[in-house]
């Protein structure tokens, strides 16, 4: 089963990057950090769980801002 935690923090992870480029070395050390906590298989199932939700997340936001 993936790791909802890992899920969460690749979307945070994902989200945060593509709107503040250039804090991204912080937000992959924490992205490692909080993923080396979590078993390996489920860690890897989760996260991309995350990069899934994080694309949707930002395709649905750019589209919000184009009918604005």
Do not use: M, Y
């Amino acid at each position: 089963h993936a790791s909802s935690d890992a899920a969460a923090a690749q979307a945070a992870h994902d989200v945060l990057v593509a709107l503040l480029p250039e804090r991204k070395l912080e937000f992959d050390l924490e992205l490692k950090q909080r993923l080396a906590t979590i078993n390996p298989q489920r860690g890897q199932q989760g996260a991309a769980v995350g990069r899934v939700v994080a694309q949707r997340t930002l395709e649905w936001a750019a589209k919000q801002s184009a009918l604005s």
